[in-house]
């Protein structure tokens, strides 16, 4: 009996585990820049953060988080994860102009 309860819980934590898992994510390593010290900087989207201190992307339901390594800075990109639809649910569409997370499609059913 004990041992289904101790089941029944670990499957459930599961479950619980894998509906917050809502973002994809990506890395993008930094070289240290002698304009921005101690901070990211991205040429290539004229960005610059601070460690810790992250904003959102112009163009996409995006957050853009900067980190440190062990070489230099990281910027972390967070976007919204891929949704299965099962029958009879939709995605709604969602509002471009919501900050990350609130921008991602939800799932309705």
Excluded at 40 to 64: F, M, N, T
Excluded at 79 to 107: F, H, M, R, W
């Amino acid at each position: 009996m004990r041992a289904s309860r101790v089941l029944v819980s670990a499957l459930a934590l599961m479950a619980a585990a894998i509906g917050v898992v809502e973002a994809a994510q990506a890395i993008k390593p930094l070289s240290p820049s002698a304009d921005h010290p101690g901070k990211c900087y991205d040429p290539e989207k004229q960005l610059v953060l601070a460690p810790g201190e992250s904003a959102p992307a112009k163009e996409d339901c995006v957050r853009i988080s900067c980190g440190t390594t062990d070489t230099g800075f990281q910027l972390l990109f967070s976007s919204c994860g891929s949704i299965g639809v099962a029958a009879g649910c939709v995605l709604d569409t969602p509002n471009p102009n919501l900050p990350y997370p609130q921008c991602c499609p939800q799932l309705k059913c």
